[in-house]
């Protein structure tokens, strides 16, 4: 929901047609919602995700399964993280993407293939911060 909230957000900062919005939040709110066949593969992988991720940080204590996070200061506000991690003193969310790209293409190219990335001339990559998945981060980072 994190995702979706935060796409509703952009959209309505950029359009304010009242038609146009009434249309968009019907067609968010009383959807129903269709698994694609990449939904399906991220789903199945990204158990996968977590266990590479267990195995490179083996110091690292993974809690999977979180269920539905609501913090009691904004209760209307809830999250549904893929995992939190506690290294050290730190815990820290984690949000797996499992995209079917990755069974093609590699290193630099692989990222190049997301609209949600952002990769900058140093070669790093971030997300992208108009899109709906830096959203659901950063939602689930403040609750």
């Given at each position: 929901?994190?995702?979706t909230s935060y796409g509703l957000y952009m959209y309505q900062n950029n359009y304010h047609d009242s038609e146009e919005w009434k249309n968009k939040l019907e067609k968010h709110c009383f959807k129903t919602i269709m698994?694609?066949?990449n939904m399906v593969f991220g789903t199945k992988h990204e158990k996968v995700v977590l266990d590479l991720f267990t195995k490179k940080y083996n110091n690292a204590v993974v809690w999977r399964d979180c269920g539905f996070t609501i913090n009691?200061?904004?209760p209307w506000l809830g999250y549904s993280a893929d995992?939190?991690?506690t290294m050290g003193n730190e815990t820290r969310l984690l949000?797996?993407?499992c995209p079917k790209l990755g069974k093609t293409e590699h290193g630099i190219d692989f990222f190049r293939g997301f609209a949600y990335m952002a990769?900058?001339?140093t070669g790093e990559v971030t997300l992208r911060k108009k899109h709906k998945y830096y959203?659901?981060?950063q939602?689930?980072?403040a609750l």
């Open positions: 929901m994190g995702a698994p694609t066949a009691s200061n904004y995992a939190f991690i949000e797996a993407k990769i900058a001339k959203g659901q981060v939602l689930g980072m």
